[in-house]
């Protein structure tokens, strides 16, 4: 098993940054893919970011494409998500996920761990 645990949420208004962090712990070498995912109410959950365990690639919905940085920490199994220049619309609550594959990244069901979630409000 794997537990997921993000933190970093919070209200910022527009044009401001967030950081939002997320812990693997457990079966953490079983992990291939950490991603980012964002729920707004009344929404289907949306891929945000995805972060491969062992590439240095990262892939992006083109909806934060130059605003949000992924990265990761192979030595601390932690996953982050820099978010710059936030908008009304990035109001969601966004967890982190943990596949053990390496493609479908934008496909929610890839993804057989979750975290409890982090609100992230961004006022107008």
């Known amino acids: 098993q794997v537990q997921l645990v993000e933190s970093g949420g919070g209200l910022v208004q527009a044009g401001g940054s967030l950081r939002l962090s997320c812990v693997a712990s457990?079966?953490?070498?079983?992990?291939?893919?950490m991603a980012w995912f964002r729920q707004a109410p009344g929404k289907e959950r949306e891929f945000v970011a995805a972060?491969?365990?062992?590439?240095?690639?990262?892939y992006y919905v083109d909806s934060v494409k130059g605003r949000f940085t992924a990265s990761r920490d192979n030595a601390k199994n932690t996953v982050y998500l820099e978010m710059n220049s936030l908008k009304p619309e990035d109001t969601a609550v966004y967890y982190c996920?943990?596949?053990?594959?390496?493609?479908?990244?934008?496909?929610?069901?890839?993804?057989?761990?979750w975290g409890q979630g982090t609100q992230v409000t961004v006022s107008s």
């Open positions: 996920a943990a596949s053990h594959y390496g493609s479908g990244y934008e496909n929610r069901y890839t993804y057989g761990y």
């Open positions: 457990g079966r953490t070498f079983s992990i291939y893919t």
């Open positions: 972060v491969p365990w062992s590439s240095g690639n990262t």
